[in-house]
């Protein structure tokens, strides 16, 4: 019997130790005065923040009783929702689900979501977590994941990928008490810092029955940088362990989707979220009125406008769009997009809100939701060219959005900026004149004919080199200049920028994107660029023509894109990795014959030349290659008594060659030129 009960104990779960960071828990013998006392004001912005008053909650939050209790008391439905369905059985939520509900409550306490947006009450940002966590958990219970898999192999994955997925979803947001937010007693002697303490032990360390909050500015996405941290700070090891024995896929892809990188777990925990957002909003919506006066313009615009496009009320680069994708930036069309804006506003009965085009466009340059041209002026007439028709189109009044990716994270998403005209609208016909001219001009100047003027091929009829629809956007394309992002501006060399000026439109979206976009990370030595945003797969044939990729040296039918993480892309070549490293100050740098120290350069290049015989053509490949196997490496260095390290310098840097692991080779270019 004692040899059975050991044995029971070594196969029982594990029970992870209870972070030091946590609340002790409540014993109901030793139940702190406090939560008999809680105010009622607190209770009915906790338990019901439909009843909120504007602007958001002022009397200070509650100290002395702990986020496990918020969460418990308040929040009991999402809480108990968790626990009924994740999946997992009653011993392994207590070790593996329970500790990081628990963790997240006390991390997060009554804090709100945001300052003006969703979810901007006390406890606002624990039912967030929850609620996103719960979407996220009706998603997984309808996703069938590990298909390749025996049944009883994924059954044991799954309610570890259950496990993630809520993990991930809770924590998406939880770096905002370290980023967004000052936490203070209230003579401001007293603030908090996320060290040993939660918000709550700091609380009852100093006796602070009520902490106030202060919002800090220029935040942006910040909290999104202390994401792993965090969860490696309250992600138990054994939980970690226990999610890894699974597989270490299900680990990477609870890190992607909390940081927002393409993985299995990432696009649902980016729609859970913004339907957690879209729930606060309706249920705001109801609470409109008159409480609703002092709701700042900038919120209520900023909503007004995603509701029209979230709706499919406004649509994006079409005849009869409100909103204007360009190469230029993005344009709201303003005659009827104002009145618009002002109409959804009214229609909830929203007061304190301007009712006039020429006040509300005030109010939006107050709140920085606009820009002002280079005239001094707000409108902005804008000619997209495919509005176009017999050389001539309309030009629209607009004004230019100065944040169209925070006012719409998430709907301008996949669309391709198209090209227009800056001006009045005869400027804009003239524009599209001479490019369709100069086009002429250059396609008879290269059969040898004599250039005639536009009157006089009306004339004479049909032209023979009529200008289609691809050679004018590329002409219109080569004219527009080329756009740098200001933190840019000091890095871009002369040189560089001369390069990207071959294709300044595609350039301009390529470094706006460079800027914008997180997910842009080194693959296989070079720059892995997503084809989902302001690059996307129509603008393939003119990466290829300016020769901006890097060929799949590894492919066998030469495809262009490639699959990373579940995430569609290319790769650029390699001077364009190159800007992209000095521009975005990456912490990479392409392993190529640029980024060799001076006093290496010789020898590894010599060394290069060495290897090349001991290379195989690759045929019947879509790129021109060669490939040196592992055991030609192995034997080179043997016979030449280098290092591994010098031995794969010479491969990587002297070739700019692509190791492939799972074929044992390495991939390089047959165009490859080897300088001593």
């Not at 029982?12 to 014993?27: F, G, M, Q, T």
């Not at 527009?480 to 060399?493: A, G, H, K």
Request: hydrophobic residues 35%; neutral net charge.
């Amino acid at each position: 019997m004692p040899f059975l009960n050991k044995l029971k104990t070594w196969f029982a779960p594990k029970k992870p130790k209870r972070s030091k960071l946590l609340a002790p828990l409540v014993d109901p013998r030793f139940e702190h005065p406090a939560y008999k006392n809680i105010p009622p004001e607190l209770l009915a912005a906790v338990g019901n923040p439909a009843g909120l008053r504007y602007p958001p909650y002022d009397e200070g939050y509650y100290g002395l009783i702990s986020g496990e209790f918020c969460m418990g008391r308040f929040q009991e439905k999402l809480f108990q929702k968790l626990k009924r369905q994740s999946g997992v059985s009653p011993e392994e939520y207590k070790c593996y689900l329970e500790p990081i509900l628990i963790a997240y409550a006390e991390l997060v306490h009554l804090l709100p979501a945001s300052q003006h947006h969703h979810h901007n009450y006390p406890g606002g940002l624990l039912r967030h977590g929850l609620e996103t966590a719960c979407f996220m958990l009706d998603w997984m219970v309808l996703t069938k994941f590990d298909h390749e898999l025996t049944p009883g192999e994924a059954s044991k994955r799954l309610r570890r990928w259950y496990v993630a997925g809520i993990i991930s979803a809770l924590f998406h947001d939880a770096g905002k008490p370290l980023t967004d937010v000052r936490v203070m007693s209230f003579e401001g002697d007293k603030e908090w810092h996320m060290g040993t303490k939660t918000i709550h032990k700091w609380a009852v360390t100093h006796n602070i029955s009520r902490y106030f909050i202060t919002w800090i500015k220029d935040r942006c996405d910040r909290h999104i940088s202390h994401t792993p941290w965090l969860i490696g700070r309250f992600v138990s090891g054994d939980i970690t362990e226990w999610l890894i024995e699974g597989g270490e896929d299900i680990w990477q892809a609870l890190l992607d989707a909390a940081t927002g990188q393409p993985g299995p777990l990432t696009r649902a925990v980016k729609i859970a979220d913004s339907r957690s957002v879209k729930a606060d909003r309706e249920r705001a919506g109801h609470a409109l009125g008159e409480a609703d006066a002092s709701v700042s313009v900038e919120r209520l615009c900023v909503d007004a406008m995603r509701f029209l496009l979230d709706e499919k009320l406004w649509t994006c680069n079409e005849s009869g769009s409100r909103l204007w994708l360009t190469t230029e930036g993005v344009f709201l069309a303003w005659g009827h997009g104002a009145g618009e804006i002002i109409q959804q506003v009214v229609k909830n009965q929203a007061s304190n809100f301007p009712r006039a085009e020429q006040s509300l466009l005030a109010a939006m340059e107050q709140h920085e939701l606009i820009e002002r041209g280079a005239d001094g002026s707000l409108i902005w007439h804008v000619a997209p060219h495919v509005l176009f028709k017999n050389d001539k189109g309309p030009s629209l009044r607009c004004v230019k959005l100065q944040r169209p990716y925070e006012i719409f994270p998430d709907g301008l998403n996949g669309l391709r900026p198209i090209s227009a005209t800056i001006g009045r609208g005869e400027d804009a016909q003239e524009h599209l004149a001479s490019a369709n001219s100069a086009l002429l001009f250059e396609a008879q100047s290269n059969t040898g004919e004599v250039s005639t003027s536009p009157s006089e091929q009306q004339a004479n009829g049909p032209s023979q080199y009529p200008a289609n629809e691809a050679n004018v956007e590329k002409t219109i394309r080569s004219s527009v200049p080329l756009r740098i992002p200001p933190p840019f501006i000091d890095r871009l060399s002369n040189e560089d920028a001369d390069y990207l000026r071959s294709n300044s439109g595609l350039a301009s979206r390529l470094l706006t994107d460079w800027e914008r976009n997180p997910r842009i990370r080194e693959l296989q030595n070079r720059t892995f660029l997503p084809l989902n945003g302001l690059i996307t797969e129509a603008d393939l044939p003119a990466l290829t023509e300016g020769g901006w990729l890097w060929p799949n040296l590894a492919s066998n039918n030469g495809e262009l894109t490639r699959i990373q993480r579940g995430e569609t892309g290319v790769m650029l070549n390699t001077r364009l990795s190159l800007i992209f490293c000095r521009l975005t100050n990456a912490k990479w740098q392409p392993r190529c014959h640029a980024t060799l120290p001076e006093e290496l350069h010789s020898q590894v290049i010599r060394r290069a030349v060495d290897l090349v015989p001991h290379a195989l053509e690759e045929r019947g490949r879509g790129a021109k290659a060669y490939s040196l196997s592992f055991w030609a490496r192995d034997k080179f260095q043997t016979t030449n008594g280098l290092s591994n390290e010098e031995t794969e310098r010479a491969i990587l840097y002297g070739l700019e060659a692509v190791k492939i692991s799972n074929e044992r080779k390495y991939y390089f270019s047959a165009g490859i030129e080897l300088q001593l």
